[in-house]
């Protein structure tokens, strides 16, 4: 046999090897490019994380200050009766500020006084409020008591405000700061983990805002939007997919499923306003609203993924079903639809997700109000954890910059935890034929 390796200038192998050449450069320079693509973005995703969760983490921890506070029986309750309501009324800040001047006797001026009183957060007086209406025994004691800052000493506590700019240039003043470092030096502030974060509604002070008012509402939003949109987006799945005719007028509804499922989330918004409170008059800022609104917004995802579902389950399976004498409905219900709710559900899991990092829409139908209270039902005032960022995010407060970051990150968790969630049904519920 003849091993020879010599190929002649300009011969048909040479000029097949000099492509194959300029193949694999073209091969390696794409993998290289794909290799770069993918590691700027996770670069970029790094750099996005890293700023949100630095800005962020200091929000779970909130300083507070010990005071010690005797609960005076002429103040609180001067008839000893233990009326609920006259101790609900009750001037609680003059126990707080009666426990500062106690620290600071030195303190006289009346502005002075007013800058030492603001070292306290004013939901001080309602803490101390409700400690008594849950323990009238308390009258008449005295106790140690940690109770929340002002969110300037919290941002001063943090670092966040440079004590060596000059006074002018920062909120605190110097004998404010004084008063702090004494403070400090006794072991009366403390950074503490800030329960309020997680079990208040919105405020007007940093250092009493939380996002529990704003998780409900998006639970409550989120429960009306898969109890209409799963059912309701399942059966049109499986009449468009198993049951409709093949004519113009399904293929206009197939066109127009998907083209839906590409508009802008404020258009829904706009309908929703228009439809569900402008013609119906359902009240604004209500979760009824909301997840009427997010319905019509997922429900072409969840439509095309259920169909999507249906088409992957073999048609063996319809045959069979129907050779055993099984009607068109036996063979869908009893055999079609269980092998597709895996999918469907993913589908549907999907879109909820959707639906909970959605704003627009809910800004159009007015969830964008000021709510204080904690909502206990679907026709209840509320608003949702996207649209709390978007107001905590407009607030000049340097406090609220933080609390932004972390209900991101309270977000974002739930985002992947759903996520992870329709990840783990399909793994463990789909089946490959």
Same mark, same amino acid.
């Given at each position: 046999?003849?091993?020879?390796?010599?190929?002649?200038?300009?011969?048909?192998?040479?000029?097949?090897?000099?492509?194959?050449?300029?193949?694999?450069?073209?091969?390696?320079?794409f993998?290289r490019?794909?290799?770069?693509?993918?590691?700027?973005?996770?670069?970029?995703?790094?750099l996005?994380?890293?700023?949100?969760?630095?800005?962020?983490y200091?929000?779970?921890?909130?300083?507070?200050?010990?005071?010690?506070?005797?609960?005076?029986?002429?103040?609180?309750?001067?008839?000893?009766?233990?009326?609920?309501? =006259?101790?609900?009324?009750? *001037?609680?800040?003059? &126990? @707080? /500020? +009666?426990?500062?001047?106690?620290?600071? $006797? %030195?303190v006289?001026?009346?502005?002075?006084?007013?800058?030492?009183?603001?070292?306290?957060?004013?939901?001080?007086?309602?803490?101390?409020?409700?400690m008594v209406?849950?323990?009238?025994?308390?009258?008449?004691s005295?106790?140690?008591?940690w =109770?929340?800052?002002?969110? *300037?000493?919290?941002? &001063? @506590? /943090? +670092?966040?405000?440079?004590?060596?700019? $000059? %006074?002018?240039?920062?909120r605190?003043?110097?004998?404010?700061?004084?008063?702090?470092e004494?403070?400090?030096?006794?072991?009366?502030?403390?950074?503490?983990?800030?329960?309020?974060?997680?079990?208040?509604?919105?405020?007007?002070?940093?250092? =009493?805002a939380?996002?529990?008012?704003?998780?409900?509402?998006?639970?409550?939003?989120?429960?009306?939007?898969?109890?209409?949109?799963?059912?309701?987006?399942?059966?049109?799945?499986?009449?468009?997919?198993?049951?409709?005719?093949?004519?113009?007028?399904?293929?206009?509804?197939?066109?127009?499923?998907?083209?839906?499922?590409?508009?802008?989330?404020?258009?829904f918004?706009?309908?929703?306003?228009?439809?569900f409170?402008?013609?119906?008059?359902l009240?604004?800022?209500v979760?009824?609203?909301?997840?009427?609104?997010?319905?019509?917004?997922?429900?072409?995802?969840?439509?095309?993924t259920?169909?999507?579902?249906?088409?992957?389950?073999?048609?063996s399976?319809?045959?069979?079903?129907?050779?055993?004498?099984a009607?068109?409905?036996?063979?869908?219900?009893?055999?079609?639809?269980?092998?597709?709710?895996?999918?469907?559900?993913?589908?549907?899991?999907?879109?909820?997700?959707?639906?909970?990092?959605?704003?627009?829409?809910?800004?159009?139908?007015?969830?964008?109000?000021?709510?204080?209270d904690?909502?206990?039902?679907?026709?209840?005032?509320?608003?949702?954890?996207?649209?709390?960022?978007?107001?905590?995010?407009?607030?000049p407060?340097?406090?609220?910059v933080?609390?932004?970051?972390?209900?991101?990150?309270?977000?974002?968790?739930?985002?992947?935890?759903?996520?992870?969630?329709?990840?783990?049904?399909?793994?463990?519920?789909?089946?490959?034929?």
């Amino acid at each position: 046999m003849n091993n020879r390796t010599d190929i002649r200038p300009g011969s048909t192998m040479e000029r097949v090897n000099a492509n194959l050449a300029r193949r694999y450069a073209k091969e390696r320079r794409f993998r290289r490019m794909g290799m770069g693509a993918i590691i700027i973005s996770l670069l970029f995703l790094t750099l996005l994380f890293s700023s949100i969760i630095s800005n962020g983490y200091s929000a779970f921890w909130q300083t507070s200050i010990q005071l010690e506070i005797h609960f005076k029986a002429e103040t609180l309750d001067p008839d000893g009766s233990r009326d609920p309501g =006259l101790l609900s009324a009750a *001037d609680y800040s003059s &126990l @707080v /500020k +009666g426990a500062l001047r106690g620290i600071f $006797p %030195e303190v006289k001026k009346r502005k002075e006084r007013r800058k030492l009183y603001a070292l306290v957060s004013s939901g001080a007086a309602f803490r101390l409020r409700k400690m008594v209406m849950s323990n009238p025994d308390l009258i008449g004691s005295t106790a140690r008591i940690w =109770l929340p800052a002002d969110d *300037d000493v919290d941002m &001063l @506590v /943090k +670092g966040y405000i440079d004590r060596d700019k $000059p %006074e002018a240039e920062r909120r605190m003043k110097d004998f404010q700061i004084a008063w702090l470092e004494r403070l400090q030096r006794e072991g009366r502030i403390e950074k503490r983990f800030n329960t309020t974060f997680f079990t208040a509604g919105d405020s007007r002070e940093p250092e =009493l805002a939380g996002i529990y008012g704003a998780v409900m509402g998006s639970v409550f939003t989120l429960l009306i939007t898969l109890a209409l949109s799963f059912p309701i987006g399942v059966a049109a799945a499986i009449y468009l997919e198993e049951f409709a005719p093949v004519n113009r007028f399904t293929d206009f509804i197939e066109v127009n499923i998907n083209n839906l499922a590409a508009v802008p989330s404020i258009v829904f918004g706009l309908l929703g306003l228009a439809v569900f409170i402008n013609f119906f008059g359902l009240p604004r800022s209500v979760p009824l609203v909301g997840g009427l609104v997010l319905t019509l917004m997922t429900l072409p995802t969840i439509i095309i993924t259920s169909r999507a579902a249906l088409k992957s389950v073999p048609p063996s399976i319809r045959e069979a079903a129907l050779g055993i004498g099984a009607s068109r409905m036996q063979t869908v219900f009893h055999h079609v639809l269980p092998q597709a709710l895996p999918g469907m559900l993913t589908g549907a899991i999907i879109g909820m997700a959707q639906a909970l990092g959605e704003t627009a829409p809910l800004l159009m139908i007015g969830m964008v109000a000021f709510i204080v209270d904690i909502p206990a039902g679907m026709m209840d005032p509320a608003t949702a954890l996207p649209v709390q960022i978007y107001l905590w995010a407009d607030s000049p407060e340097r406090a609220f910059v933080e609390r932004t970051s972390a209900a991101i990150m309270v977000l974002l968790t739930f985002l992947m935890a759903m996520n992870a969630v329709a990840v783990i049904l399909r793994k463990r519920f789909e089946k490959r034929w």
